[in-house]
C-alpha cells in the first residue's frame, strides 16, 4: 500500500514566497489525514494535489501558525456539501479553542468531532495507529508518531512443495495460518515483518520522549528552525536546532530526517549542511514535496521533489 507525506507548508512561524506555514499530509491508501494547518494550508493545497476531503487533523499545539488555516478549511468542505465525517485531534485545550472559533467556521452540514488527547493516547485507523507523544516546547505541545500494523510473514512456496504441499487453495490456507496435513504454517512462513513507522516532532526542543518515540523510525519530520549558531535562541523558545534535530535521528536510528519549519533567516542550504555533517541521511523538503516510503523490500524513504506545472495525485 502507497505511503507518503506531503509538504503543504514547511516555514516556522512567517510564511516566505517560497514556504507556507505548517501543514503536511498523511497519505496512505485512499487515508489523508493533515498534521497542523497553518494559515493559508487550503491554498497551498488546491495549488498542489488538490484540496482532499481529509478524514482527520491533528494538531500539535495552540500556537496560531500551527492551527490558523483550519477555521477557512472547514469552511470550504461545508461549502463543497462535504457528507464525511471530520474528527480534529490535540492536546487539552483543543475544545476550547475550537469552541473559540466557531463564530468563524459557523454551523457545519457534516459530522464533526472534536477530541482531546492526553501523552500516550493512539487513534486506531485501518492498519495503522496514530499515537500522542508529549516533547518540550512552550505550553504543552505533541508529536505524533505513525506506525502501520505487522505485516504477516514472507510465504516460501519452494519450501511448502519440499513439503508435499501442492500449489493451490492449500497454499492460501498456510498463508492464512492454517495447518495442511502435518505441514505448520511456521514451516513455511517466516517471522511477521514490522509496518512502517513515521514520526513528526512538531515544535520542540530535544528530548527523550522525541528519542524514544523515533526510535527505529522509517522516516522522523524533525523541525529545524535555527542554526546552531541560534543555540542561546533556539533553547529560549522551545525549538531545535538543524544539528540538534539530527544528533536525535542518529541516536534513534531513523531511515531518513526531514527537516522542516524553516525560519525566515535562512535559506535551508546552511541547515542542511549542519544537520548532514551529524547524520547524512537528510533533506530539506521544499513546499509540495513528498517523501514516499515503500515497504522495507521495496527499498528506501526518498524525497520526491515537486516539479513546477505538475499535478500529483492527492
Known amino acids: ?99 473559540a472559533l466557531r463564530f468563524v467556521y459557523g454551523r457545519l452540514p457534516y459530522p464533526f468531532s472534536i477530541v482531546e488527547l492526553e501523552a500516550g493516547d493512539w487513534v486506531e485507523f485501518d492498519g495503522y495507529d496514530i499515537a500522542a507523544f508529549n516533547v518540550r516546547h512552550r505550553g504543552q505541545a505533541f508529536g505524533y508518531a505513525i506506525a502501520e500494523e505487522e505485516r504477516p510473514g514472507r510465504f516460501d512456496p519452494e519450501r511448502a512443495r519440499e513439503l508435499g504441499v501442492a500449489f493451490g487453495p492449500d497454499f492460501g490456507r498456510l498463508q492464512r495460518g492454517e495447518a495442511v496435513g502435518d505441514v505448520a504454517p511456521d514451516q513455511v512462513v517466516g517471522a511477521p515483518r514490522p509496518g512502517r513507522r513515521l514520526v513528526l516532532s512538531g515544535d520542540t526542543a530535544p528530548c527523550d520522549a522525541l528519542r524514544d518515540a523515533a526510535a527505529g523510525a522509517d522516516v522522523l519530520v524533525h523541525e529545524a528552525t535555527f542554526a546552531e549558531s541560534e543555540l542561546e535562541r533556539a533553547r529560549q523558545t522551545g525549538h531545535s536546532t538543524a544539528r540538534q534535530a539530527a544528533e536525535i ?26 544537520a548532514r555533517a551529524v547524520f547524512p541521511a537528510t533533506v530539506l523538503p521544499r513546499d509540495f514535496d513528498a517523501i514516499e516510503v515503500p515497504l522495507a523490500e521495496k527499498g528506501a524513504p526518498e524525497l520526491v521533489r515537486f516539479e513546477p506545472g505538475a499535478r500529483a495525485p492527492a
Do not use: N
Not at 503536511?24 to 498542489?48: A, N
Not at 500539535?60 to 480534529?88: I, N, Q
Not at 535521528?249 to 549542519?274: F, I, K, M
Open 1 to 99: 500500500m502507497d505511503l507518503s507525506l506531503f509538504f503543504a507548508g514547511t516555514a516556522g512561524s512567517m510564511p516566505t514566497a517560497r514556504r507556507g506555514l505548517p501543514a503536511v499530509l498523511l497519505r496512505r491508501g485512499g487515508d489523508r489525514i493533515l498534521f497542523d494547518c497553518g494559515e493559508g494550508t487550503q491554498r497551498q493545497l488546491v495549488r498542489s494535489v488538490g484540496l482532499p476531503d481529509v478524514g482527520a487533523v491533528f494538531l500539535t499545539h495552540f500556537h496560531a501558525d500551527h492551527w490558523l488555516g483550519l477555521p477557512g478549511m472547514l469552511k470550504s468542505f461545508a461549502l463543497r456539501d462535504r457528507e464525511r465525517s471530520l474528527t480534529v485531534y490535540g492536546p487539552p485545550g483543543l475544545k476550547e479553542l475550537m469552541g
Open 249 to 274: 535521528a542518529e541516536e534513534a536510528g531513523v531511515g531518513l530526517l526531514a527537516l522542516t519549519h524553516v525560519s525566515t533567516r535562512y535559506l535551508g542550504r546552511e541547515l542542511l549542511d549542519e
